[in-house]
């Protein structure tokens, strides 16, 4: 018997199965678990698992997280299956605050406060519940928040004429502020009242007020509403000012008063400075005012802004502070330009190109303009050689950054690749940070964009600007009023003057025997 040999033939190769990175974005994340669960999966699904403590970030890449490969295909499928579902329920239920707008005809505000409010479910992606918003028309109609020009409009009254004997005769007074850009600067704003529309209703109803003789008067004619005011009782806007100015000529300070449209109360701050009074001073005067007393507890004194303001009149006194900013290579990359002004005067110190030897990001040129060919025409120099002048401006100085961190980190990092020492330029007790602290003087949390031209000089000096809008503190600013001719001169015996005056010749005398 002959042995037959059997030759198999071989098996086609097969491909070798892809490699899956270790840690990916969350887009990324979201396409794989979309193709291995079958359900469209989004990365606003992968920031929720985040959000509910399912998944970790493992890494970054520049600012974006990353999450663990393996970790995101391990997860329960069901609870993926059941959050993207939720996703999308929550969408075909809910709208978004400009459909909401044009569903109801109201201000976006009232929309937010009536969610801040619980009024109307909000939820992911800033949206309303849709049902909750078309119930808002018939359930709370009259809630809206109107401006003053608005309410006039409503009474067909003369503004701001006629609305203010409406107010002074206590008939109608705001319920919050909002503060609205002002002016030409984008970083000046003026603070609004607001009023209720109901209340701005409410006063149509007046008995024996002749409201035809008061609507379409021409400009300039008197107003039969004068007469309602002699009977108006002091509102509280009028107390607190009147205690800021009292307190003013007092100490001849300058005092900052603002309605905060955040807390619904008064806020009050002022100078230090030899002669100035102590929080516990202005306390105790508070609470010995028989008028401002009964305010008490709607003032608030010292408020985080006020110390702001007050850092920065500082920054802004001569030789103490710089104004720096840096245009980069990318995102915390390499220094193309750098500027460098005077925070007192605004003058000029800096503004150069700087050669980064490492090429411009098409990112970062999209921002700045700056190339690479202009570098090389404008024979800018390296950084090693732009340094020098860079510490010598800010020796001695605190720089002030719209981002500080940020322009720190790039100037400390190009300093050390080119083997020279940052220096002062290294400390962070050194910088002071624009932003955050315009944030926190504003009140509202929020970091704003500087908005300047995207080059080193001109971005220094916007940010100068937000130094100098901080400087002039928030709200109305109370300085003391010179003594009017009928009060004796300074020179006359203290015990014969009347009380104001007798009060600002006390608190000069202290004032030249504290200096």
């Known amino acids: 018997m002959t042995d037959t040999a059997v030759e198999t033939a071989p098996k086609d190769a097969e491909a070798p199965e892809e490699t899956l990175p270790e840690a990916l974005g969350a887009h990324r994340i979201a396409a794989l678990l979309d193709e291995a669960l079958g359900v469209p999966v989004t990365a606003d699904d992968v920031k929720q698992l985040v959000e509910l403590n399912h998944l970790e970030i493992f890494d970054w890449y520049k600012k974006w997280p990353l999450y663990s490969t393996k970790d995101a295909l391990s997860l329960d499928p069901d609870l993926v299956k059941e959050l993207a579902a939720e996703r999308v329920a929550w969408l075909e239920a809910s709208v978004t605050r400009d459909e909401a707008v044009a569903r109801?005809?109201?201000?976006w505000r009232d929309i937010a406060r009536m969610g801040d409010e619980g009024r109307v479910k909000a939820g992911r992606f800033g949206r309303y519940l849709t049902a909750d918003i078309d119930r808002l028309p018939l359930e709370a109609d009259g809630e809206q928040h109107v401006t003053g020009q608005a309410a006039a409009e409503e009474l067909e009254i003369r503004y701001p004429t006629d609305l203010r004997y409406v107010e002074a005769a206590g008939?109608?007074?705001p319920v919050t502020t909002m503060e609205m850009p002002a002016g030409t600067s984008r970083y000046r704003t003026v603070t609004v009242p607001l009023y209720r529309l109901a209340d701005v209703r409410a006063v149509k109803k007046i008995p024996g007020v002749d409201w035809e003789s008061v609507q379409g008067l021409p400009k300039g004619a008197p107003s039969p509403l004068r007469a309602y005011t002699a009977k108006a009782p002091t509102t509280r806007a009028a107390v607190v000012r009147g205690f800021a100015q009292g307190l003013a000529d007092r100490h001849g300070v300058t005092v900052w008063a603002w309605s905060s449209p955040y807390t619904g109360g008064w806020e009050l701050d002022w100078e230090r400075r030899d002669g100035a009074p102590t929080k516990t001073a202005v306390a105790a005067e508070l609470a010995t005012d028989p008028t401002a007393r009964?305010?008490?507890r709607d003032i608030t004194l010292c408020p985080a802004w006020g110390r702001i303001?007050?850092?920065?009149?500082?920054?802004?006194?001569?030789?103490?502070?710089?104004v720096v900013d840096t245009e980069t290579t990318d995102l915390y990359g390499r220094t193309v330009e750098v500027a460098v002004v005077d925070a007192a005067t605004g003058k000029k110190l800096i503004d150069t190109l700087v050669q980064?030897?490492?090429?411009?990001?098409?990112?970062?040129?999209?921002v700045h303009g700056i190339s690479d060919e202009d570098l090389v025409a404008a024979k800018a120099r390296t950084f090693d050689r732009v340094l020098?002048?860079?510490?010598?401006?800010t020796k001695g100085r605190l720089i002030c950054a719209y981002k500080e961190e940020f322009d720190r980190t790039v100037v400390t990092r190009d300093a050390?690749?080119?083997?020279k020492r940052p220096m002062h330029l290294a400390d962070p007790a050194n910088w002071f940070c624009l932003m955050e602290s315009y944030a926190a003087w504003l009140g509202s949390g929020w970091w704003v964009a500087l908005g300047g031209s995207h080059r080193a000089l001109g971005d220094a000096k916007a940010a100068r600007e937000v130094l100098v809008e901080m400087a002039k503190g928030r709200g109305t600013a109370f300085t003391p009023r010179p003594p009017s001719p009928a009060e004796p001169s300074s020179d006359t015996p203290t015990g014969t003057l009347p009380a104001p005056a007798r009060d600002r010749a006390a608190?000069?005398?202290a004032e030249a025997a504290g200096s």
């Open 356 to 366: 980064p030897e490492a090429p411009i990001t098409p990112g970062a040129y999209a």
């Open 416 to 419: 050390e690749r080119v083997g």
């Open 171 to 173: 008939w109608l007074a």
């Open 104 to 107: 109801t005809g109201w201000h």
């Open 507 to 509: 608190g000069k005398s």
């Open 309 to 322: 303001t007050r850092r920065a009149r500082q920054l802004l006194e001569p030789d103490v502070a710089v």
């Open 294 to 296: 009964p305010y008490a």
């Open 388 to 393: 020098p002048r860079l510490r010598k401006v």
